[in-house]
């Protein structure tokens, strides 16, 4: 899947699929954050056999932002290129 971002407020079940090449910028730290996923306080994310390919944020989260509060669970999950790279200077460099 391309284009695909899931913000995650209740549970989210997400299984068998690939999410790839994205890359987002957000302005603000109220902005979303995570390319694939933002998991808001209160929110639950499990992902079984996801592959997260080529994922990049430019503040937290490369594949997924869990915010505090937040849970996010991974089974048997890929994880390949993806990034936080903190190029706007928003939070910390590595929260991703």
Do not use: W
Request: charge should be positive.
């Amino acid at each position: 899947m391309k284009g695909v971002r899931f913000a995650v407020s209740g549970v989210l079940y997400v299984s068998g699929v690939t999410i790839r090449n994205q890359s987002i910028s957000p302005g603000s730290p109220s902005d979303p954050q995570g390319a694939a996923a933002q998991v808001h306080s209160g929110g639950r994310l499990v992902a079984m056999g996801v592959s997260f390919l080529r994922l990049v944020s430019t503040t937290k989260g490369g594949a997924v932002s869990v915010e505090g509060g937040g849970v996010a669970e991974f089974y048997g999950c890929l994880f390949d290129a993806c990034a936080a790279t903190n190029a706007c200077g928003l939070g910390s460099s590595g929260n991703g």
